[in-house]
């Protein structure tokens, strides 16, 4: 939520600043939490989010190629190395990308207008969300039990 507020409530010049701190607010309640594998997936999938966004900036990068498959922006208009409208994203030629695997280069082969550029890090948060909920909805059937 922090994240999606910053985004869209901020200036480019404070994003970076705002993204990193909207990662950081969440460390105490996945240090709280790391018991669980789901957790320890969610903080390593920040980990590397944040490892890639610092490198390059504060913003995650994405390369055009991306941006074209993901079809939501005119690549004409956009210019390499500036903040991406509406989005966490700056504009990298792929060899500018500092770990670039770790960037927003994965994108996710569905339909239009549901395509994303992804990357590792978004992949080990969204397995540590389906880990976490799996674990806590077993718990809570034993308990009922």
């Not at 390059?56 to 941006?67: S, T």
């Not at 005119?74 to 700056?90: A, F, R, Y």
């Not at 990308?97 to 207008?113: G, K």
């Not at 948060?125 to 809570?140: D, E, F, P």
């Amino acid at each position: 939520m922090a994240e999606v507020l910053a985004i869209h409530l901020s200036s480019p010049s404070v994003l970076p600043y705002l993204l990193i701190a909207a990662h950081l607010l969440l460390a105490p309640f996945l240090v709280l939490n790391i018991r669980y594998v789901g957790t320890r997936l969610i903080m390593l999938g920040f980990t590397l989010n944040l490892l890639v966004m610092l490198a390059n900036g504060g913003l995650m990068p994405v390369e055009m190629a991306a941006v074209q498959a993901v079809g939501k922006h005119d690549g004409q208009e956009l210019v390499p190395g500036e903040h991406i409208d509406g989005t966490k994203n700056v504009l990298l030629e792929s060899d500018a990308i500092h770990l670039r695997p770790l960037a927003d280069v994965i994108v996710l082969p569905v339909p239009q207008p549901f395509t994303r550029a992804i990357s590792a890090g978004d992949i080990a948060v969204l397995a540590g969300l389906g880990a976490l909920g799996l674990t806590l909805s077993i718990a809570r059937l034993r308990a009922r039990t």
